[in-house]
Each structure stands twice: as C-alpha cells, then as structure tokens.
C-alpha cells in the first residue's frame, strides 16, 4: 500500500473535484457519495470529520454541521488512478439528508 500526498491527486479530470464514497467501518454499507475539492479535503484531514464540496450551493460543508449526523474518519483511502476517494468512517445518525441510513436506499425499476 502506497502512501499519496494530496499533490498527487488528479484533481483535473473533473473540474477540480474528485468522487468521494464513504463507507461505514463497521457495516461496510456504502454511505453516500459526494465531491470533494483540494480544500475540504485538506480540512477533513484536519478536522478528522468530512468535508465536501456542495456543487449547488458552491461552498465547503462540513457533513453533519446543521444536523449533527457527523462522520468521523477512520481511514482515507485513494483509488489507482489517484481520482477517487474511500472515506470509511464512524457514522453518527443517518447519512442521507432524508433521515434514511444511507442516502442508497432506492432500488432502479427495470421496466
């Protein structure tokens, strides 16, 4: 397992931001996904709660600020291409903004 700086990251690919998947360390249930830019991730790694990009509102957000529902880092974990993140995580509450425990709780109809 190799060791990347956050120099490293390919943040170029996507208009300076990269996916980023948080799982739960205990579950292993997949959380959410949401963007993070070189700033929020600099202050998740700081902070040790995530932080991401809001895409619609164009700002940092640390998730859980107005709900409480925080993530706490466990892990941060970068895939081969250096352009996504896993970020496992102790979860508090639920993870969707609609109350349910992950924000993939929808099943895609096939007809």
Not at 12 to 33: F, R, W, Y
Not at 57 to 81: A, F, H, P, Y
Not at 92 to 107: I, L
Request: proline share 2%; aromatic share 8%; net charge positive.
């Amino acid at each position: 397992m190799k060791e990347v700086k956050i120099e490293e990251l390919d943040f170029n690919k996507m208009g300076s931001l990269i996916p980023a998947i948080v799982q739960d360390e205990k579950t292993k249930e997949v959380l959410m996904l949401a963007y993070v830019s070189k700033e929020s991730l600099k202050k998740t790694l700081e902070t040790g709660y995530t932080h991401f990009w809001s895409r619609s509102r164009r700002k940092i957000w640390m998730k859980g600020e107005t709900s409480g529902n925080t993530q706490r880092i466990k892990k941060v974990l970068v895939d081969c291409d250096y352009d996504a993140i896993l970020f496992v995580v102790d979860q508090k509450g639920p993870a969707c903004h609609t109350g349910e425990k992950t924000c993939f709780h929808n099943t895609l109809k096939n007809k």
